[in-house]
């Protein structure tokens, strides 16, 4: 993971606020100037589908700014965007949008973007209710899927909470406990905190419940492919540790084996290897395997995990093969080796992905060492069951994997696209 802008450890966090210029405040809003006398608006570089973060302002300027920056590269990227206002109409805000964000009348005018309050969301019905919320945006998400979109850009100005009593009590656990709805890769969220309404104890309750929090541990994460389980990258630390383990707690109900790929960690810390020894503890005699860092791997057998948990390594795992969710384009990235015994673990990751996308289904080969016949016959199977308009495209694909797939006569079959091989250099 590449960072830039904000330290962390170290290391740099690559979501994070940068000097932006300073926009001007529309009607209604205030403006309150930082310690050093101006403004800090944000500006958010790499925001992807499946990231939940918490995004602390000081002044309503760095908050528009920011609302402006991530629905405008929302809309660059083909997604949906609602914004979700509060301490501004929602007629002030769509006209600020209006005049800052190119193609937002265009996209307004066919429904790609809409600026609601949050009476009639987190509020509908004058009350905060955390699991009508939560059925709302799911609802939401499968509409955003079913009209073709690749997913959908909240932005949400949490300044609603403070309405009621309850809802401020009930926020963290909230927080918390929607993350695995970004699993998928259909949704992201910013969630706009003012730091002069929250107090110190809450505002770092809601933090930890984000995944991602600029200037402190990014943690990011998908569903696995193939088995129940998750794929970690990262960092996990204090900053974020209630939103792992909600994450972690929305797989208990899971039967039969669950895979923990936290390959992608590079950091974490003690803690947070306690939350996987707890969960690995909770799920009893189901088997449960965690791929980790040999420093994680040793991490846990210190807590004494390694009765609970199957603890496996990364750097043992270099024949292994491995499915990785793709998420724009829609698909599954594959790497090691396809042999006849995971064969049949591809062919169920490209089943559930299917089932998953409305359309083409895409499947990136270039860490891909050896594929068998077996594999290849995985790869034309889900392309002969898509059915219709839809196909899966292969693509990067390695000069070995072409190969086969052209000697074999299957290069031709329907459903399967084979882009063309990479132009040759120059002679």
Known sequence: MHRSAYTHRGRVSRLDPRPSSRPSTPAGAQTLTSASGGTVPSTFADLRLGDHVCHPFISDDERLAATVEIAADALRRGRRVMVCAESLTPQVTSAWLHARVPGYAEAAERGQVEVLPCAE???????????????????????????????????????????????LDALPAFEASINDLFADGRLSAVCQYDRRLYDGDLFHRVCSAHPVT???????????????????????????????????????????????????????????????????????????????????????RLLGAHDLVRLQPAEDRRAAFRVRPLRDPPGLRLEGDVDDSTAPVLSRALTDAATREPGDVHADLSGV??????????????????????????????????????????????????????PSGPL
């Open 214 to 300: 600029p200037g402190q541990a990014l943690l990011r994460f998908a569903r696995a492919t193939g088995s129940p389980g998750l794929v970690l990258e990262g960092e996990a630390d204090v900053t974020n540790r209630d939103a792992l383990a909600a994450l972690l707690a929305s797989l208990l109900p899971s039967d039969g084996h669950v895979l923990i790929d936290a390959t992608g960690l590079e950091f974490a810390d003690v803690g947070s290897a306690r939350l996987f020894a707890r969960f690995a503890a909770q799920r009893g005699d189901r088997p449960t395997t965690l791929l980790g860092s040999q420093s994680l791997t040793h991490l846990l």
């Open 369 to 422: 060492r050896f594929i068998s016949l077996g594999g290849i016959r995985a790869l034309v199977s889900a392309a002969q069951g898509l059915g219709g308009d839809r196909a899966l495209v292969l693509g990067p694909v390695p000069g070995h994997v072409r190969e086969l797939i052209e000697i074999t006569g299957w290069s031709t079959t329907p459903g399967l696209r084979l882009p063309g091989p990479p």
């Open 121 to 167: 969301v987190q509020l509908a019905g004058g009350t905060f209710d955390p699991a009508r919320v939560r059925e709302a945006f799911a609802g939401v998400v499968a509409d955003t899927t079913a009209r073709g979109y690749p997913g959908l850009q909240v932005i949400t100005d949490m300044a609603w909470a403070l309405r009621q009593p309850y809802a």
